[in-house]
């Protein structure tokens, strides 16, 4: 376990992932094309996932830590 000022990370992950900024496979599995048509189909769940990417995309993780960290102490 590492710790960064973010938070701890996983060694093995940190070595694999660190630097990069895409992290996803480009060969996604069948498994994601499935559970993205399953989300897709129920209407208010596909308009909230939306609202969330929307609202919160152009944070970096840190930041994003930062908000979830106030928010758990308010």
Do not use: C, W
């Amino acid at each position: 376990m590492l710790y960064e000022p973010v938070g701890q990370v996983v060694g093995k992950g940190h070595q694999k992932f660190a630097g990069k900024r895409g992290i996803v496979s480009r060969k996604l599995k069948r498994e994601a094309f499935n559970d993205y048509n399953l989300i897709q189909s129920d209407e208010k769940i596909a308009d909230l996932l939306t609202a969330v990417d929307d609202d919160f995309r152009d944070y970096a993780v840190s930041e994003l830590v930062k908000i979830t960290h106030l928010k758990r102490s308010s």
